[in-house]
């Protein structure tokens, strides 16, 4: 069974910080690189740069490890959040 992850809004600067957080939220569900891109339909080379940070990393694939992780990417205009 999955272990609740404890993640407030987070503001991501960069790909690095992106992937960082992917890892450890993946991780933190005792997924395998495997499992996950698998779910997602994308190699696990991709995944594994992506959690390194690869500033090239496809953005549509991107979103899809998101998604079928449950994790959602929210824009504002900056000065307008609680971030």
Do not use: C, W, Y
């Not at 600067?13 to 450890?24: M, P, S």
């Not at 390194?52 to 990417?73: D, F, H, V």
Request: zero cysteines; glycine letters at 10%.
């Amino acid at each position: 069974m999955p272990l609740a992850f404890s993640l407030k809004a987070t503001q991501i600067k960069n790909a690095h910080e992106l992937g960082a957080l992917i890892r450890a939220f993946r991780k933190s569900q005792h997924l395998t690189l495997e499992t996950v891109s698998g779910m997602s339909n994308v190699g696990i080379r991709f995944l594994s740069e992506l959690e390194r940070g690869k500033e090239t990393a496809e953005l549509g694939k991107a979103l899809a490890i998101l998604s079928q992780l449950g994790l959602n990417i929210i824009i504002v205009p900056r000065g307008n959040g609680d971030m």
